[in-house]
């Protein structure tokens, strides 16, 4: 097929716009730490998206959306990108494309799981991490999902990453929070955000990003990504409204909280966004700002110090996501049918999905972090973390 140069030149914004979603996530994280270890959490999204360039380009892409073996991973046909080059071939738009946008989307999944190890992860262990977790977590879950593995053989429905990016961060955000132990003091002092404006600016920038994230991945430049970016922006804008008032029947209404909300809308709307209309993503939103916040108070009664609610809100937000996806699928948007048009077995196909990916990612996370705290160490010493990681890891200060 020839070159399409509208989608062409629409799938370059999107790669761009996810790209941004990754100091995004520095930001939005970096704001809620104590001001010690600012700097770090910005960095370690830096260092996220460096350490996964060069590993998509050497093995991740092939690993990934190789020829599949098994259902299980892709095969090692494009290693350092061998044979993805620039001519559409039987698409529209040119192959090295389609990686560099889906580069961008496993950047960002371990920049999310950074929640995990904040104000206490050694920098040369998450590095180590980053390249373990990236190829054997990340790349086989993609494979399943969009490389022609055994979810998308089952008929799971995924449109951006419900499972892939949401369910697989924040899963893995859980398990590493076990792994590596709470922060020195937790529960004992206050470890209050040291910056909100910095987090709100965070947030918003995700949310732009996530026109990419989300109407990018009708792969073209058409009705189902015009869809895919209206319904984006509804279920963000009732996921802010929906934790905004929740909140508020316990407590003064945070804007902190407000913007979480609008993140748990926007997680919950990314399998479903190519496959609902708006009406759907109203619910969809509402549920996930409620469901993500109760999920955070669980979190904090139970004194687990998942420490920036990447489970709470990618986690606990994607699953809800992937079952409202098998619900409110209608043939009006796209030719996928939900539970609520009669299609028990859509339902059914995301349920698997989702339950056999947040296995997997829970338990390969907890190994491979395991693995890594016992040769290297997974947290620095209590002194330096008591200095902070911006001084006692960078040598720097804001």
Known sequence: ????????????????????????????????????????????????????????????????????IGGVIGGLQFIGLHGVGLDPGAGTYPPILFAAFQLTFAAVTLAVITSACA????????????????????????????????????????????TVVEINSGFSALALAFVIGKRVGFGEYSMEPHNIPMALLGAAILWFGWFGFNAGSA?????????????????????????????????????????????????????????????????????????????????????????????AVHGVGGLWGMLATGIFATVAVNKYSGLLEGNIDQFLHNVLAAGVVLVYAFVASYLIGWVVDKTMGLRVSEDEEYVGLDISQHGERI
């Open 1 to 68: 097929m020839a070159l399409d140069t509208g989608t062409t030149a629409w799938l370059l914004i999107a790669t761009a716009l996810v790209m941004f979603m990754t100091p995004g996530v520095g930001l939005f994280y970096g704001g809620m730490v104590r001001r010690k270890n600012f700097i770090s959490m910005i960095a370690l999204s830096f260092i996220a998206l460096a350490v996964v360039t060069v590993q998509w380009v050497f093995i991740g892409y092939s690993l990934a959306f190789g020829p599949d």
């Open 119 to 162: 104000e206490r992860v050694k920098l040369t262990s998450f590095i180590v991490l980053a390249l373990l977790w990236t190829t054997l977590v990340y790349d086989p879950l993609a494979h399943w999902a969009w490389g022609g593995g055994w979810e998308q053989m089952l008929g799971s429905i995924d449109f951006a990453g419900g």
């Open 219 to 311: 792969l073209a430049a058409d009705g189902i990504a015009a869809n895919a970016f209206m319904v984006t922006n509804v279920a963000a804008a009732v996921g802010a409204l929906a934790w905004l008032f929740t909140s508020w029947l316990h407590n003064r209404p945070s804007s902190l909280g407000m913007v979480t909300g609008a993140v748990a809308g926007l997680v919950a709307i990314t399998p479903a966004a190519g496959y609902v209309d708006s009406l759907a993503a109203v619910v969809i939103g509402g549920v996930a700002g409620v469901l993500c916040y109760k999920a955070m108070l669980f979190r904090i009664n139970i004194g687990y110090d998942e420490s920036l609610d990447a489970w």
